[in-house]
């Protein structure tokens, strides 16, 4: 009987911000990476927010990341295809990503079939009632006029403007948030969208809040947590598997 093969989803490490110990959070998700088996592996993705800014030029980008990009890089090598969904940090990504064979999905959220299931995925930021202000300013940095102006600047005054703004983010405050349940818009969202198209689970980041349940309509949905504290992905052949939190499986 040939090996079921499986796939990774990995989101909101944050790599580059400076709370706690952004080197221990850069080296736990080399680790991680590292430790994916190439040989029983159809995927990776990647649901937004793996940086915490990232902005890149026709001919520049952030410098760091060299583990980063060789540990994916030796995935690919090996057969296993890479997806990025850029989340609101790391959204200024253009073609450096997939000139190394990244595959970035950029229309959110997305339906994909893994193993007879359907996955409903993405960075899951803007979605639900009551987030007009959040969609306006999300609008905005999508915005190819803010974009080519933002390019204006010269880096080393552009990534200190990015890397300022991030520092106003929750992550940086250390604000604990908590799921709120069927209050929570991303929750009203997924229910309504599962009450008119099949979906066995949805799997977003961007709260980094904690969640896993079942909605009334029988679809599961997954909200991962971030990286600041443990290594946190998930794991799914047949069966989806939290890691770095309270298993759950089904």
């Not at 583990?67 to 790391?90: Q, T």
Request: aromatic content about 16%; overall charge negative.
């Amino acid at each position: 009987m040939a090996e079921r093969k499986g796939v990774y989803f990995v989101s909101d490490v944050h790599l580059g911000l400076e709370v706690k110990d952004p080197a221990d959070r850069e080296a736990r998700f080399v680790s991680f990476l590292q430790s994916i088996p190439k040989d029983t592996t159809l995927a990776l993705y990647m649901l937004g927010d793996i940086w915490d800014f990232w902005y890149e030029y026709r001919d520049v980008v952030p410098k760091g990341y060299v583990r980063v990009f060789s540990a994916l890089m030796d995935l690919m090598d090996a057969g296993v295809k890479v997806y990025f969904f850029p989340g609101n940090h790391d959204i200024w990504c253009y073609d450096y990503f997939s000139s190394m064979g990244i595959t970035v999905v950029r229309e959110q959220p997305q339906l994909v079939e893994i193993g007879g299931k359907v996955f409903c995925i993405g960075h899951g930021d803007g979605l639900g009632p009551g987030l007009g202000s959040y969609r306006f300013m999300n609008g905005i940095f999508k915005c190819r006029f803010v974009q080519r102006l933002f390019s204006s600047l010269h880096p080393w005054l552009a990534f200190r403007l990015g890397q300022g703004w991030s520092r106003h983010s929750r992550l940086a405050r250390n604000e604990e948030y908590v799921f709120r349940g069927p209050d929570e818009p991303l929750y009203k969202w997924t229910l309504d969208f599962s009450e008119r198209t099949h979906v066995d689970c949805f799997i977003f980041g961007h709260l980094h809040a904690h969640a896993d349940m079942t909605l009334p309509t029988g679809a599961r949905l997954i909200v991962m947590k971030d990286w600041m504290d443990r290594s946190q992905y998930w794991y799914f052949d047949g069966i989806l598997v939290g890691v770095g939190h309270s298993m759950n499986t089904e």
